[in-house]
């Protein structure tokens, strides 16, 4: 067994990531950022939970940018296709699931 406390995590840059676990070719891992991430499209359904700090889920949505506040243990679920880019205020811990390699 192993025990993490997220909120003692820090990577050494942004987007820096723990690998918690695979599970059946779903990886469970541990961001740390204090940076935005980059607008993509996943080629994979991905679950991001904050764990600890906020971020800004900037999306695209009927062609319009729209913004949702993640806050500790709000969940965002993006499917295959769903364009995004995750901005920390000003730090954040975030554990993503996802399947392996998926970009």
């Known amino acids: 067994m192993r025990f993490l ?11 820096g990531a723990l690998d918690v676990a695979e599970i059946d070719g779903a990886t469970v891992r541990l961001h740390w950022t204090d940076r935005p991430y980059v607008w993509h499209v996943n080629d994979g359904p991905e679950v991001f939970v ?15 940018e729209r913004v949702e506040r993640l806050t500790p243990g709000r969940v965002c679920h993006a499917e295959v296709g769903d364009e ?4 920390p205020i000003p730090q954040a811990r975030i554990l993503v699931v996802e399947r392996k390699g998926s970009a």
């Open 5 to 15: 406390d997220a909120r003692e995590f820090t990577a050494d840059r942004a987007w």
């Open 84 to 87: 995004h880019v995750a901005h």
């Open 50 to 64: 904050v764990l600890d700090g906020a971020v800004d889920m900037h999306f695209r949505q009927d062609g319009e």
